[in-house]
């Protein structure tokens, strides 16, 4: 089958052909219908060798779905044919954290060398991808494959990143998203779907600002040196009840905290190399700073119910296999609108 590999540190990811996986006990197999690309993926393929740690060739491809067509011994047989959606941060399934469907914060992941797909084990970038369980796929319910690929990871990581701060997003507060690409688009519709907060978008780059007015932003702000005092033009002297940060570089982490109010969240969602300092005078009384990471798996049956409901939606753009290197460029030159979603 094809797939999209990252195969030489440094170098763009290629499409190659490998041998069309077979599931093993307990696993299933998905014929790929759509594949979304994340700025993750681009981060980790610009790291060092030394800092590298998801093994080489690299199937990509974190955000998937597909329809199940073949299962491994042990597995009933009762759900082929269906069409479902990956549920990406693996996990044992069996400690405390997984029982509460936290995957993505399991205990023993990491001891026992347990990697989502795409970040370690082979991804949804291929015709084929073998899911480690059934666990993992999460019934689609009649939504567009193509159009909804990008909630597993674009949908549920800020939809558990707003969840942490909901309580506190009440009629008057305010909410600041910042870099409103694939991720920050979707959070802009999240914060409007499920709070009453006033919601500022904050990017480099005027079309990803008029996209976020597109999908319900109540402002836009340009990100630069006077990017907080524009912000607290909207929020007035008690500032930001959240800020959630999708680029967490320092500029942005200081902007953030520029604004952020007393008793306050500030939630780290980008991976940029950014520090914050914390003391007990070093940020307003009570604010709170966290860095989650991706969602659980009940809280992506949630986001899928969302998109169910009409209350969000992915803007995507469609690519095949072979142009797959070409979504990676314009990822890279920053010129996509919302997701660039593969089709195989
Ligand atoms: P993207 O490239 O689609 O969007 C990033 C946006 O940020 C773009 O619109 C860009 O113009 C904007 N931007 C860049 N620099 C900026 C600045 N200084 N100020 C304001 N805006 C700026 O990326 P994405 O796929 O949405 O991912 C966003 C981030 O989230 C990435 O760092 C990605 O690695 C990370 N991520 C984290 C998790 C997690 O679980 N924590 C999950 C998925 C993605
Ligand atoms: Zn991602
Ligand atoms: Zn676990």
Known sequence: ????????IGAPPEIVEVETPVPGPGQIRLKVTAAGVCHSDAFIMGLPA????????????????????????????DRLGESVAVYGPWGCGECYTCSQGMENYCERAEALHITPPGLGSPGSMAEYIILDSPRHAIPLGGLDPVK?????????????????????????????????????????????ALSPANVIAVDVDEEKLRLASDVGAHHAVHSGHD?????RGFTGDKGAT??????????TLDLGKAVVHTNGDQVLV???AGVLGVGVLAGPYDSTIRAPYWGSRSELFEVLELARCGLVHVETEVFSLDDAPTAYERLHAGTLRGRAVIVP
């Open 242 to 251: 959240a800020v959630f940060d999708f680029v967490a570089a320092q500029a």
């Open 148 to 192: 909804s690929v990008s909630l597993t990871d674009a949908g549920l990581t800020p939809y558990h990143a707003i969840k942490g701060s909901l309580a506190k997003l009440v009629p008057g507060s305010s909410a600041v998203v910042i870099g409103v690409g694939g991720l920050g688009h979707v959070a802009v519709q999240m914060l409007r």
């Open 50 to 77: 030394e800092q590298y740690t998801f093994g080489l060739p690299l199937t990509l491809g974190h955000e998937g779905v597909g329809v199940i067509d073949m299962v491994g011994d042990g597995v009933a047989g």
């Open 227 to 231: 990017a907080a005092a524009a912000i």
């Open 1 to 8: 089958m094809k797939a999209l590999q990252y195969r030489t």
């Open 270 to 272: 980008g991976v940029g």
